[in-house]
């Protein structure tokens, strides 16, 4: 792994956040859990050291390093805290690159400095009531006015509502009584007929802030929207693949820090005058859950390297999703079996990876859904 993705500047990026994740995230990730209290000091020292804006070019503050890095990042706070970890991957992968992509330079330069330093956060509005894995479905209308975009509708579960500066939702682009179809905008959260929810209580990512939005007659500057009127369905089909390798990587991680865990436990618990790990029963789950995390983590890091070598990696995203998610599923329910009673109390913390382990299969598209996006991608070698 080490040889064939990471160079010396990525190997430096690791130890950094590991450091950090191991001697400033660890210590409170209980209590956060506990009290369901976003890491807001946690956020600010992330940006502090440029985590918030790894993927950002430098041309606008950010650190100007690749996909690989960035994914690497994502597991090394994973392995500790899921919550702290998909804090950092939102606000990158869906607040902070859909303006990269289909920003204009104008947009790129009053907003990328802010979220790449970490002083402003960034969320994506795309899942409604009535449109989570049917996204297309989307029934919030942006209505063209003169120089402004009269939008209503809503969206719900979007990660970091509560404390972000500004949201990129999609919409229905309506002109002259005309539906051209789904575009995007900027908006920023002090914009009048926005309205945030209170944030959603949680099985897992408890720490991590969820909300709903409503939009009432909201005004929006036509100069907000995210390309061209119709390049919405485009903007945010290209931001959930990069963000399915985000939400790999965060089951990569959890998959690690359970199966951590689960190895030290198996050290020091002894039974029958040995240490459990020497039973078969045991020291088997814990080499499948090696192999299943190690197999997770080339898939996510091959697509990740695809990305930035400029490919097309949907189906690599897609497969790195699906299989991360499902090992993370299968590696902590495993990791609380081998703790046994201990995996079931909050103070062994497997039980927090089992219950952070589960949306990974739900968000970014389902297990199935991802399972649709390769069947499709494979059979078209058959055209």
């Given at each position: 792994?080490?040889?064939?993705?990471?160079?010396?500047?990525?190997?430096?990026?690791?130890d950094?956040?590991?450091?950090?994740?191991?001697?400033?995230?660890?210590p409170?990730?209980?209590?956060?859990?506990?009290?369901?209290?976003?890491?807001?000091?946690?956020?600010?020292?992330?940006?502090?050291?440029?985590?918030?804006?790894?993927?950002?070019?430098?041309?606008?503050?950010?650190?100007?390093?690749?996909?690989?890095?960035?994914?690497?990042?994502?597991?090394?706070?994973a392995?500790?805290?899921?919550?702290?970890?998909?804090?950092?991957?939102?606000?990158?992968?869906?607040?902070?690159?859909?303006?990269?992509?289909?920003?204009?330079?104008?947009?790129?330069?009053?907003?990328?400095?802010?979220?790449?330093?970490?002083?402003?956060?960034?969320?994506?509005?795309?899942?409604?009531?009535?449109?989570?894995?049917?996204?297309?479905?989307?029934?919030?209308t942006?209505?063209?006015?003169?120089d402004?975009?009269?939008?209503?509708?809503?969206?719900?579960?979007?990660?970091?509502?509560?404390?972000?500066?500004?949201l990129n939702?999609?919409?229905?682009?309506?002109?002259?009584?005309?539906?051209?179809?789904?575009?995007a905008?900027?908006?920023?959260?002090?914009?009048?007929?926005?309205?945030?929810?209170?944030?959603?209580?949680?099985?897992?990512?408890?720490?991590?802030?969820?909300?709903?939005?409503?939009f009432?007659?909201?005004?929006?500057p036509?100069?907000?929207?995210?390309?061209?009127?119709?390049?919405?369905?485009k903007?945010?089909?290209?931001?959930?693949?990069?963000?399915?390798?985000?939400?790999?990587?965060?089951?990569?991680?959890?998959?690690?820090?359970?199966?951590?865990?689960?190895?030290?436990?198996?050290?020091?618990?002894?039974?029958?005058g040995?240490?459990?790990?020497k039973?078969?029963g045991?020291?088997?789950?814990?080499?499948?859950?090696a192999?299943?995390i190690?197999?997770?983590?080339l898939?996510v890091?091959?697509?990740?390297?695809?990305?930035?070598?400029?490919?097309?990696?949907?189906?690599?995203?897609?497969?790195?999703?699906?299989?991360?998610?499902?090992?993370?599923?299968?590696?902590?329910?495993?990791?609380?079996?081998?703790?046994?009673?201990?995996?079931?109390?909050?103070?062994?913390?497997?039980?927090?990876?089992?219950?952070?382990?589960?949306?990974?299969?739900?968000?970014?598209?389902?297990?199935?859904?991802?399972?649709l996006?390769?069947?499709?991608?494979?059979?078209?070698?058959?055209?």
């Amino acid at each position: 792994m080490d040889n064939l993705f990471f160079n010396d500047e990525h190997r430096m990026l690791i130890d950094m956040v590991s450091d950090f994740a191991n001697s400033e995230v660890e210590p409170v990730a209980q209590e956060l859990d506990a009290e369901s209290r976003f890491p807001h000091e946690l956020v600010a020292q992330m940006g502090e050291l440029g985590l918030m804006g790894i993927p950002i070019p430098e041309e606008y503050g950010g650190a100007g390093m690749d996909t690989v890095a960035y994914v690497a990042s994502i597991i090394e706070l994973a392995k500790v805290d899921a919550s702290v970890a998909i804090t950092m991957a939102a606000h990158t992968s869906l607040g902070s690159m859909p303006i990269l992509i289909a920003g204009t330079d104008e947009q790129k330069q009053e907003y990328l400095p802010k979220l790449a330093s970490g002083e402003m956060l960034g969320a994506f509005g795309l899942t409604e009531p009535g449109a989570g894995s049917d996204a297309g479905a989307t029934q919030t209308t942006a209505v063209k006015d003169g120089d402004e975009y009269l939008i209503n509708g809503g969206k719900i579960f979007i990660t970091n509502a509560g404390h972000a500066g500004i949201l990129n939702i999609t919409t229905q682009i309506i002109e002259d009584g005309e539906n051209l179809g789904i575009g995007a905008f900027i908006v920023p959260v002090d914009t009048p007929g926005l309205k945030i929810g209170p944030a959603e209580k949680k099985m897992g990512w408890k720490a991590s802030d969820t909300r709903q939005l409503y939009f009432e007659d909201m005004r929006v500057p036509a100069a907000n929207m995210l390309g061209k009127p119709t390049g919405g369905f485009k903007t945010f089909l290209k931001t959930l693949a990069g963000g399915r390798i985000s939400i790999g990587a965060m089951g990569v991680g959890t998959a690690e820090g359970a199966l951590l865990k689960a190895l030290k436990y198996s050290t020091e618990r002894e039974a029958f005058g040995k240490p459990i790990h020497k039973f078969q029963g045991v020291g088997f789950k814990l080499a499948d859950m090696a192999t299943e995390i190690e197999a997770a983590k080339l898939l996510v890091y091959h697509a990740a390297w695809m990305k930035d070598q400029g490919l097309e990696f949907t189906k690599e995203a897609a497969m790195g999703k699906l299989y991360a998610s499902e090992t993370a599923m299968r590696t902590t329910t495993e990791a609380i079996q081998v703790l046994g009673g201990y995996g079931y109390v909050k103070e062994y913390d497997v039980e927090r990876f089992f219950r952070d382990a589960k949306v990974l299969e739900i968000g970014e598209g389902t297990s199935e859904v991802q399972r649709l996006i390769i069947s499709r991608e494979i059979l078209k070698s058959l055209q």
